[in-house]
Nanobody, 125 residues
Framework: QVHLVESGGGLVQPGGSLRLSCTAS???????MAWFRQAPGKEREFVAA????????EYQESVKGRFTISKGNAKNTDYLQMNRLKPEDTAVYYC???????????????????WGQGTQVTVSS
């Protein structure tokens, strides 16, 4: 069982920055972690993923160059640094863990078996 806790959402103006955090508690390690987001009336979509070691990352095309996913000193924590935010980035952001993905990443929704409660990110002037 993996328990995920997110923090760091909020309201920011277009062009601003936010950093999301996700801490996972689990009796094991070496699994992929990722961020997904869901805007009102839309399906949940992949944003970014990182391998357990932090050496492999993967991004949705629309956030490349603006968002950075990284690991903390403790491997069970990851961060999503979001820069140059746009109104279309507004969504609930979810942290997720894919316990069957060992040593790599995945962008597939169905590969993620544990989810956080979500944190709201609103980009508006």
């Amino acid at each position: 069982q993996v328990h995920l806790v997110e923090s760091g959402g909020g309201l920011v103006q277009p062009g601003g920055s936010l950093r999301l955090s996700c801490t996972a508690s689990a009796p094991f390690n070496n699994y992929a972690m990722a961020w997904f987001r869901q805007a009102p009336g839309k399906e949940r979509e992949f944003v970014a993923a990182i391998s357990w070691s932090g050496s492999i990352t993967e991004y949705q095309e629309s956030v490349k160059g603006r968002f950075t996913i990284s690991k903390g000193n403790a491997k069970n924590t990851d961060y999503l640094q979001m820069n140059r935010l746009k109104p279309e980035d507004t969504a609930v952001y979810y942290c997720a863990a894919a316990t069957a993905i060992i040593g790599g990443t995945t962008s597939k929704f169905d590969d993620y078996d544990y989810w956080g409660q979500g944190t709201q990110v609103t980009v508006s002037s």
